[in-house]
């Protein structure tokens, strides 16, 4: 009974704050126009057809066509590949860095380089520099290993690139679950005179399950909703993702695409549904709190020696990798003259309009974080800290943008906004310009600032705020002058995230680019298709540099203006 009065209480006085309620209906408007309208519109067609009314004939058809069979195929077996290889390494990377005292602290620091380089880089940097050190005109297969008619492309090219690419994000998921594992259940193990193998496999593993599972479906669907690295290094080895591209670009087949971009989100929503509903709640429930104290680390030579080394070559072949990139651009002909010149620099801004791809990216970007970060910080807010029969809706929309691929939704958007529902008016008028990339760069990165926003709000006390509500303050004087200010620094960083993310970006925008704006990544992207690749790590190099450098100064800010500290306004 106390517990509905309270909902009631709860529920009026939301009713009594105008602010609260237009921000709610605000933010319920744009989710649903903005994530649900877009993948609505792709069901209807995919279901509706002119002549046949509602039928399933778009589905048969594409399920006869030898392509999209190929594709889904290639599809499943490179993520689950990519899912296994990336979650063990990960695994390893994890289990050395927490496990194993390590004889320099070079190789930690090595570690933390290679967990953030895949994040500071566009998506496609590995499949480049692949090219580079191991195609036909590659350094190590044509130079040194004097192989002249070596082939990355396919489904090998792939695996490699992507496991390469995701499984510092394994790392980072699996090293926070080994440091929260108590040393005492092991070191109980270790007593009763088990050997160490027989300890990891019998106490450590069965812990560490669930946040394998976990990672290992995060690698999956971000595997298959790859689109860059399959373009550039796929060559006849279609993926799904890149099948959808060239449906609607090649073939001019709307509604094939959007049957086959149906499928790609089905497969991912299951995945995600799995992976966020069961594996990571299973991971917390199994892996509680943090270790009651320090672990006793690994010193036995026969075990830190082989694990550095492995760990070490592994590390520094991923920053070979990256550091091909800014020579392929400082060579005159990549495999052929290695003069070093600034040619392909200078070639990016007098003859490929550098100047504005890099003002137009920089500026939608820019214009994008800031409104990301708010509207992550508010979602957050409101899912933590207040009560309302919407807030479920709110968080799994939000959310959802994690799930659905981003040729999907670009395809829901061309399909949405050049035609659907709004055939006139503002909603029709936003396709071709720039508020509609901005609006994507603000859905693809919503969700991982609202992660953010929601793990710092659940550690604030609630009567801090419930303090300022009873002296009077309104719910925006509340949120802008004590919540924010508390969550300051997940706010700085879902800002830089997002920015980071945006202009990075390239598979939910490569279909919505018009001529009236060039982007850098879609400029990286057909140049690298052409074989141009010193053009393509020129555009990267500077690419990287940006982003790098804003990756430093958030991490300045956060130390100098960081730290919860309560605003006096």
């Not at 609202?450 to 550690?459: D, H, V």
């Not at 300051?488 to 879902?494: E, H, P, Q, R, V």
Request: charge should be positive.
């Amino acid at each position: 009974m106390a517990k509905g009065q309270g909902a009631q209480l709860e529920r009026k006085k939301l009713l009594a704050d105008p602010i609260m309620v237009t921000t709610i209906v605000v933010l319920i408007a744009f989710l649903t126009l903005f994530i649900l309208y877009p993948l609505a519109i792709l069901l209807v067609d995919s279901f509706v057809s002119k002549e046949e009314g509602v039928t399933l004939s778009i589905f048969q058809r594409v399920m006869g066509l030898s392509n999209f069979r190929r594709a889904i195929t290639n599809t499943l077996k490179v993520g689950f590949l990519v899912g296994i290889a990336s979650a063990l390494i990960g695994l390893l990377f994890a289990y050395v860095e927490v496990y194993v005292r390590l004889r320099t602290r070079a190789l930690s620091g090595l570690f933390k380089v290679v967990s953030m380089l895949p994040v500071v880089s566009p998506p496609f940097v590995l499949s480049l520099s692949m090219i580079m050190l191991f195609g036909k005109a590659g350094i190590i297969t044509r130079y040194l290993l004097k192989i002249y008619d070596n082939s990355v492309y396919g489904f090998w090219g792939i695996t490699i690139v992507q496991t390469l690419t995701f499984f510092p994000v394994c790392y980072m998921m699996l090293k926070g679950l080994l440091k929260n594992i108590d040393p005492s259940l092991e070191e109980a193990a270790r007593d009763m005179g088990a050997s160490r193998m027989k300890v990891f496999l019998t106490v450590t593993l069965p812990l560490l399950l669930p946040g394998i599972g976990n990672a290992f479906l995060v690698t999956f669907i971000e595997s298959i909703a790859d689109f860059a690295n399959p373009m550039i290094i796929g060559g006849s080895y279609d993926t799904l993702a890149t099948t959808i591209y060239l449906q609607i670009t090649g073939a001019y087949d709307k509604e094939g695409a959007a049957a086959m971009a149906v499928i790609l989100l089905c497969i991912t929503l299951a995945m995600f549904v799995v992976q966020k509903y069961y594996l990571e709640a299973k991971s917390t429930a199994t892996l509680t709190g943090k270790a009651s104290r320090a672990r006793m680390l690994i010193t036995d030579r026969s075990v830190t020696v082989p694990l550095s080394i492995l760990c070490g070559a592994l590390a520094l072949f991923v920053v070979l990798m990256y550091v091909c990139v800014p020579f392929g651009a400082l060579f005159k002909t990549w495999g052929y003259d290695f003069h070093l010149t600034f040619k392909w620099f200078k070639m990016v801004f007098t003859r490929y309009k550098g100047l504005k791809a890099f003002k137009d990216s920089f500026v939608l970007s820019l214009i994008a974080s800031p409104i990301t970060a708010l509207l992550s910080m508010i979602i957050s807010y409101l899912v933590v800290k207040r009560k309302f029969k919407a807030k479920g809706f709110i968080e799994a929309v939000s959310m959802l943008a994690m799930a659905v691929p981003g040729t999907v939704l670009g395809i829901g958007y061309i399909r949405g906004f050049s035609g659907g529902v709004f055939h006139t008016g503002f909603l029709q008028g936003l396709y071709g310009t720039g508020a509609i990339l901005v609006i994507v760069f603000i859905v693809r990165s919503l969700p991982t600032g609202t992660r953010s926003g929601i793990s710092a709000l659940r550690q604030i006390d609630k009567s801090i705020e419930e303090s300022a509500y009873d002296m009077g303050a309104d719910s925006f004087k509340v949120f802008m002058t004590v919540t924010l200010p508390l969550i300051k620094d997940s706010f700085l960083s879902g800002l830089v995230t997002s920015f980071v993310r945006s202009i990075t970006a390239i598979s939910a925008i490569i279909l919505l680019v018009t001529p009236s704006y060039l982007l850098i990544t879609v400029q990286i992207n057909e140049f690298a298709e052409k074989g141009s690749y010193g053009i393509a790590c020129a555009f990267a190099t500077i690419l990287i540099l940006i982003t790098y450098s804003a990756v430093l100064i958030m991490n300045l800010i956060i130390r100098y203006f960081g730290t919860s500290r309560v605003s006096s306004d």
